[in-house]
């Protein structure tokens, strides 16, 4: 057993067993074997320095690179909106965007905007008052969370909304009429916070209200009545 540790100039480390003789035949065999990785390690070692110093220039020359200008569109009353001040944004699985504000929700087909605004005369319209927040529930429903005007859904089909109001006479209903938050967890259950009466569970199917108020003998009650933002996470856990 012999170690061969040069040949043509080159480093190499393999042990073979040598014959009394080597053909040429052998020698060029040999050779080839050799060089072809010690090719490829240094084609291998070019093509990733070259892109190193690519990356290296694409950052250096990017540092000189004025920021980039972003251009923003301008929606106002003037374009369709019916107020100034938007409280929140949503999108259905149509594509509509759903801007609530402070006069009514209005959507967007990317070109008009439609309004839904409160109508005295019109007990389908939607509630009166600041809309603070929308959801879109697993249906696909918009629900319109409304400040001194309780909760509304919008009935896509007869193009109207559906009230849940605070009744001091039923237990049943929302615990107050200036909700803010609105979530569902993954049984399908609609949670609702509110600014002055704790949080609310809403059971569609009883078309029930289930209240969690704060109780100073209860350390593990609701921390507080005043809540605004509610939120349900993918293990399915409430945060308020």
Not at 99 to 128: A, C, E, L, M, W
Not at 192 to 213: K, L, P, W
């Amino acid at each position: 057993m012999y170690k061969l540790t040069t040949m043509n100039n080159l480093p190499v480390n393999i042990q073979f067993v040598l014959h009394k003789s080597l053909s040429n035949r052998d020698l060029r065999r040999f050779k080839v074997k050799t060089t072809a990785p010690i090719l490829f390690c240094v084609v291998l070692c070019v093509l990733v320095s070259f892109d190193w110093f690519n990356t290296v220039l694409a950052e250096e020359f990017s540092k000189n690179l004025p920021p980039r200008v972003i251009d923003f569109q301008h929606f106002t009353t003037k374009d369709g909106l019916p107020d100034m001040v938007v409280y929140d944004i949503v999108q259905d699985s149509n594509g509509y965007l759903w801007f609530s504000t402070g006069n009514g929700v209005s959507r967007f087909d990317g070109y008009t905007f439609k309004n839904y605004q409160h109508d005295d005369k019109d007990p389908n319209s939607i509630g009166k008052g600041p809309i603070v927040n929308l959801y879109i529930d697993n249906q696909d429903r918009l629900w319109a969370a409304i400040l001194s005007s309780g909760l509304s859904r919008y009935d896509e089909e007869n193009d109207h909304f559906v009230h849940y109001r605070h009744d001091p006479n039923d237990e049943r209903t929302l615990s107050s009429n200036n909700p803010y938050g609105i979530a569902e967890d993954n049984q399908g259950y609609l949670w609702v916070s509110t600014i002055d009466a704790g949080i609310n569970r809403f059971d569609e199917e009883s078309n029930r209200f289930i209240h969690y108020r704060h109780d100073p003998e209860n350390p593990n009650s609701l921390a507080g009545n005043r809540s605004f933002e509610i939120y349900t996470d993918k293990q399915g856990d409430l945060w308020i």
